[in-house]
């Protein structure tokens, strides 16, 4: 079916597709190309690339273990309170991130509520270290691997889980050999998604964790810094995080874009 | 379809009315002695020009003072390619000359020097009374990142004092501007940081450890109206007053020293 679309839509949308086109192309334009590898490859950058890859891969990894259970008892459970608690840990998609980095300082801080006895009783301190990195960086990118694998779960028809049942199969059974291999899509697109988030997340970090090369100063806190007094290497980095995220979406097209 | 078409129509009248007011604000705006002035200053001045900023709209009705604060380098940056401050107040010299190769300054004058001071929790935690403490394994000290005036001239001073090599280990974060090192300490944690006097002269919740004159750095602030001004006027009388003696008044009680004399 293909319809004439009105002009003036044609004119905005072309205007609203330039204004997201535009940064996009800045950085290309002002990208020092024949410094590039250099840059890339030179000790700050090396350094920041490297933590962010274990960070957002260790946050990626607690989102996984931590999200799809609870993804699981929102698609299943029957309890009271379940579209509150739904709600809740969808929270940190809308929240600014600073605020989330607030939050865990007054949470997990030195300080924090729970944070003092972590430090006082573990001897665990999150601030300032890598750990806390992957903490702030988990709290942003959990909701997406919740959200993702709850709509996997909930497409599943239950007969299947009745089915296992009846067969002797128990629950612990029943969802690592038929359920989990039915959602297997879902949740790959859910930690892809949440990698993703992981890799780009700031506020949170700077806030709670800190910002020191190697420790806590992830590529985005890399990019901030340099903006101070390497522009081009703030740019060189920053393209780094767009390569990553035009790969993202090339691996999900089908996923996100929808009617393909 | 229609109603659509309306709102479209309105969003994009909306847009050639803002550019249209905002091209014509640049020719008129001179003509007129009040008017709405914009300042970019160093974050450290925020208490100081707020208050300067009510007494100078005070003693010259009409006028709007609008103050964006942040590091001294990024508002450089800033005021080269978004061209709409009037003046710049800034923590160091060489963010006033980024500024002053583009796109240029007229009135320039130092208004205040800082100077720094090691903070710490009012429990003081690692137990900090002097600047070689800072040297003790373990403390965690947060300094303003390298770049932005308080970290470089934090850094400055460790480096005078040959303390690099025994206090940079003990660095565990570098923060954007010296509102957020403040922050870090007072909430415990980190245990001591290093900003500028005036940073704690209304902060509760911070101990101050001073540090020597002779071991210090001196930190000092220009001001400038920026060239391509659209209130050059306005915005000359505004430097006038910072450097005057109410302006002075409100920064020594804020924790600045007087401007270097000759």
Redesign the interface.
């Known amino acids: 079916m293909h319809r004439r679309l009105p002009p003036l839509s044609i004119v905005l949308g072309a205007i609203g597709a330039a204004f997201v086109a535009l940064p996009v192309l800045g950085l290309a334009l002002r990208a020092p190309w024949g410094r590039i590898v250099e840059i890339l490859t030179g000790p700050g950058a090396g350094t920041a690339l490297q933590l962010s890859l274990e960070v957002s891969l260790l946050a990626t990894l607690c989102s996984v273990v931590f999200g799809v259970p609870l993804a699981w008892i929102l698609a299943r459970g029957t309890f009271r309170g379940r579209a509150t608690l739904r709600a809740l840990v969808i929270l940190p998609l809308v929240l600014p991130p600073v605020v989330a980095g607030v939050g865990l300082l007054e949470a997990l801080g030195r300080s924090g509520v729970v944070g003092s006895w972590l430090e006082r009783i573990v001897g665990i301190q999150l601030t300032f270290h890598t750990a806390g990195a992957v903490v702030a960086a988990t709290f942003v990118s959990i909701p997406l691997v919740v959200l993702s694998a709850e709509a996997g779960f909930r497409s599943l028809d239950p007969r299947f889980e009745h089915a296992a049942a009846v067969l002797g199969a128990k629950p612990g059974y029943t969802l690592r050999r038929v359920i989990l291999p039915m959602v297997g899509p879902q949740l790959v697109a859910g930690a892809v998604l949440a990698w993703a988030r992981a890799l780009g997340e700031f506020g949170a970090t700077i806030t709670f964790a800190g910002n020191l090369e190697g420790r806590t100063q992830t590529v985005p806190l890399a990019v901030f810094q340099r903006l101070q007094t390497d522009r081009e290497g703030a740019i060189a980095l920053s393209l780094v995080l767009v390569a990553v995220s035009i790969c993202v979406l090339v691996a999900l097209r089908d996923r996100i874009t929808g009617t393909g | 379809?229609k109603p659509?078409?309306v709102i479209?129509?309105a969003?994009?009248m909306t847009v050639l009315v803002a550019c249209a007011s905002s091209s014509s604000s640049g020719t008129a705006g001179s003509a007129n002695p009040g008017g709405e002035l914009t300042v970019f200053a160093a974050s450290s001045l925020t208490a100081a020009f707020n208050q300067i900023g009510t007494d100078f709209e005070a003693a010259n009705p009409g006028t709007t003072v609008t103050f964006n604060y942040g590091?001294s380098?990024?508002l450089a940056?800033q005021v080269a390619s978004e061209g709409t401050a009037d003046v710049f107040a800034s923590a160091s010299a060489t963010a006033m000359e980024t500024v002053a190769k583009d796109p240029g300054v007229r009135n320039r004058t130092d208004f205040a020097t800082n100077q720094l001071v090691i903070i710490t929790p009012t429990d003081d935690p690692a137990g900090v009374s002097t600047l070689q403490d800072l040297t003790k394994p373990g403390v965690?000290l947060?300094l303003g990142?390298?770049?932005?005036p308080v970290g470089d001239y934090a850094r400055q001073m460790l480096d005078e004092n040959k303390l690099t090599d025994e206090v940079m280990p003990n660095?565990?974060?570098?923060?954007?501007d010296d509102a957020s090192v403040v922050a870090?300490v007072q909430?415990?944690?980190?245990d001591a940081g290093i900003v500028y006097t005036s940073d704690i002269e209304n902060n509760a919740g911070v101990r101050g450890v001073s540090i020597p004159t002779t071991q210090n750095v001196i930190a000092t602030y220009p001001i400038a109206v920026v060239t391509g001004s659209a209130h050059t006027d306005l915005a000359a009388s505004f430097v006038d007053y910072v450097a005057g003696s109410q302006g002075e008044a409100t920064l020594q009680q804020d924790g600045f020293g007087p401007p270097p004399s000759g």
């Open positions: 379809m659509l078409r479209s129509v969003i994009a590091s380098t990024d940056a965690q947060v990142a390298e770049g932005v660095v565990v974060s570098n923060e954007p870090k909430a415990g944690e980190a």
